[in-house]
């Protein structure tokens, strides 16, 4: 038995839930996400519970706040709760001033309503640069909408701009309520979990045994199911979490899923920075013969780029170091992009941004999650993910009609040389750059970013 065989039946046997391909849709834009987001939650009966990195003090964030108050004011016994990121909920936007950031505003909501929504923060560390919430998931009632999207005016394309994500919305009551128990029992339960909207918050420091012990058990948690038999007419879903570099189950099936591709793997990225044992997997699926497809960003549809015209920042610097990554990359590839085994998509689609990521391998199993595919995700941020196998091909014309969708705006790479190179870049990027190399800092960037 070849090891893409082996790693295939591995993947098979993980435990899923049965579900009918009629009740997952695709939603194939920001708007439409932020339409149905609000329908649901103004339909919502008996739970939202809403998960992101962010619910920013915006338009876009203020709507949404207002639904879930509304829903609430309406339906008092309507269980809501939205958990984020507790340090990056704390503070304001990168370069600006220093502020109460999005828990001001939360506060505000919760003084002008007689019932509450729980905010709640979540730290993963005791420091943001450590390690954040990257859970993903909307569950309202017996629906998870799931999306790599945060909640603000880009992510919801509230006016002229948006940042493409993924959408997918899928009934399922096992689904939801193994996702709903896992946000009770874990992280709502955990003493490092607080309100956000209250007038006075614990400082961050006296809740460290408490994050100590939030991320210990983390790291072994996992979603709670029963495992049910999939019939001919259904597909499985297996969703899954992982934190820590250590026994993370999250990283391991993600590296066995490409392992596990004969014919065709697709992987989506904003930032082009796998860890190695994702680098390894690719190289080996290459030299298996499997035709890979990734799909990428480019550097100006990078949330952190900044046209050269612009004042520079040091933050700005970030999306051509992973245009660098790319470059080599391609550059040591480029037998295989010249006989199209290789296919290097960039994504740009005017002055929006590109934020989606996913895996599809043999038209056989799907990956949604928000896991960026980069170290970070790997070693530091909490992640999750929906595996759907579908053995039978019964979403196949579904997974295909979104990535032609992902494809729309983007360029094929035909030669790394199409990949601009250090020597091109604006003057204040390269000697950032250059001292970056110098100082041997790039490796330890990589690792964080």
Request: proline share 4%.
């Amino acid at each position: 038995m070849d090891s893409a065989t082996a790693n295939k039946q591995l993947i098979d046997q993980l435990p899923k839930i049965a579900h009918r391909p009629d009740q997952l849709e695709t939603l194939l834009d920001a708007a439409s996400f932020r339409e149905r987001l609000l329908h649901e939650i103004a339909q919502a009966k008996s739970r939202i519970y809403l998960v992101a990195l962010y619910l920013q003090d915006d338009e876009a964030g203020r709507s949404i706040l207002d639904a879930l108050y509304e829903a609430k004011q309406k339906n008092p016994r309507l269980d809501v709760k939205v958990l984020v990121d507790w340090h990056r909920a704390q503070r304001g936007l990168i370069g600006a001033e220093k502020s109460d950031g999005n828990a001001g505003l939360y506060r505000e909501y919760s003084e002008k309503y007689a019932h509450k929504v729980d905010i709640l923060g979540v730290p993963v560390r005791n420091r943001e640069v450590f390690g954040v919430l990257h859970l993903k998931g909307f569950i309202i009632d017996e629906t998870v909408i799931y999306s790599g999207a945060s909640l603000n005016d880009v992510y919801l394309a509230q006016h002229d701009r948006y940042r493409y994500d993924r959408y997918h919305v899928i009934h399922s009551k096992a689904l939801a309520d193994s996702m709903a128990n896992f946000i009770s029992n874990t992280l709502v339960a955990s003493d490092a979990v607080n309100c956000l909207s209250q007038p006075s918050r614990p400082e961050t420091k006296a809740l460290k045994p408490a994050i100590r012990s939030l991320r210990a058990r983390l790291q072994s948690a996992s979603y709670t199911f029963i495992s049910q038999h999939i019939n001919e007419d259904q597909v499985g879903l297996t969703p899954m979490v992982g934190l820590g570099k250590r026994k993370n189950f999250l990283n391991t099936q993600i590296c066995r899923l490409i392992a596990s591709a004969h014919e065709d793997l697709t992987i989506c990225t904003p930032y082009f920075n796998p860890p190695r044992s994702v680098m390894r997997e690719i190289r080996r699926a290459l030299r298996r013969g499997v035709n890979i497809t990734i799909i990428v960003g480019d550097k100006t549809a990078n949330d952190f780029y900044i046209p050269p015209e612009e004042p520079f920042k040091t933050i700005s610097g970030l999306p051509y170091l992973y245009e660098i990554n790319l470059r080599n990359f391609a550059r040591r590839n480029e037998a295989a992009i010249a006989k199209r085994q290789l296919k290097i998509h960039l994504w740009k689609h005017d002055n929006n941004s590109f934020h989606l990521k996913g895996i599809w391998v043999d038209r056989s199993y799907m990956l949604l999650t928000g896991n960026n595919l980069n170290p970070r995700a790997w070693k530091l941020d909490l992640e999750n993910a929906i595996l759907l196998h579908d053995k039978h091909r019964l979403l196949e014309n579904e997974a295909q009609r979104e990535i032609d969708k992902i494809l729309e705006h983007t360029q094929l790479i035909g030669s790394y040389k199409q990949i601009e190179k250090l020597e091109v870049y604006p003057p204040q990027v390269r000697k950032l750059l250059k001292r970056i190399k110098r100082i041997r800092a790039d490796h330890l960037l990589n690792q964080i970013l």
